[in-house]
């Protein structure tokens, strides 16, 4: 399901503070990379990343095909950084981005 300009705004407020979990870099998305991004919005739900490839075509292209990988939405690109969503269905308060900065 999409994400509303309300809820982005709202995703983009709590993602700003965060730091990249993930570095993602010229070899692109490999298994240990894909089984560190599903650990981390597991736990996380909202999580930053860091995609450092040459041209904004190919970072593209990669960041469509982590999407598609895990399952999450993309919430923003700025530059080299990348704002991804997935909710889970038990998040954990301890956590969880969501729960713990929902009154940014």
Do not use: W
């Given at each position: ?81 990348v704002i991804l969503l997935r909710r889970s269905k038990t998040p954990n ?12």
């Amino acid at each position: 399901m999409a994400l509303s300009s309300e809820q982005k705004k709202a995703f983009k407020r709590i993602g700003h503070h965060l730091k990249p979990v993930v570095i993602v870099s010229e070899q692109g998305t490999t298994e240990g990379v894909l089984a560190e991004l599903d650990r981390a919005l597991n736990d996380h739900e909202l999580i930053k990343i860091r995609v450092t490839v040459g041209d904004r075509e190919t970072k593209q292209l990669l960041v469509n095909e982590i999407c598609q990988a895990t399952g999450a939405e993309l919430v923003q690109v700025i530059g080299k950084m990348v704002i991804l969503l997935r909710r889970s269905k038990t998040p954990n308060p301890n956590l969880s981005n969501l729960v713990r900065y929902k009154d940014f």
